[in-house]
Nanobody
Framework: QVQLVESGGGLVQAGGSLRLSCVCS????????MGWFRQAPGKEREFVAA????????DYAESVKGRFAISGDNAKHTMYLQMNSLKPEDTAVYYC????????????????WGQGTQVTVSS
């Protein structure tokens, strides 16, 4: 089993920044990719960004490229999502997830999920 705990969400004005953290515990050695997803009210969960533990390979959704940055600290088993230039449309619950596949970007490729952290961007 892999346990994931997110933190760092909150309320921020448009144009502001937030940094989300995800601490991974348990069978961390068995995961290849860590990802961030988000889900707004009435919408499906969507991919935001992902990083591989091994080589640091990253992937981003087009909507966040140039504004968000994903990173990982292997020693601390922690993943981060730095979110800059936030927009009201970034408002959602953000989820941390772990996958056994390399460069996973689809919801159904991820086996473990955190409880989510709310990000609200006011206009």
């Amino acid at each position: 089993q892999v346990q994931l705990v997110e933190s760092g969400g909150g309320l921020v004005q448009a144009g502001g920044s937030l940094r989300l953290s995800c601490v991974c515990s348990g069978r961390t050695f068995s995961t290849y990719t860590m990802g961030w997803f988000r889900q707004a009210p009435g919408k499906e969960r969507e991919f935001v960004a992902a990083i591989s533990w091994s080589g640091g390979t990253t992937d981003y959704a087009e909507s966040v490229k140039g504004r968000f940055a994903i990173s990982g600290d292997n020693a601390k088993h922690t993943m981060y999502l730095q979110m800059n230039s936030l927009k009201p449309e970034d408002t959602a619950v953000y989820y941390c997830a772990a996958a056994f596949r390399f460069r996973a970007t689809m919801v159904n490729e991820y086996s473990f999920w955190g409880q989510g952290t709310q990000v609200t961007v006011s206009s």
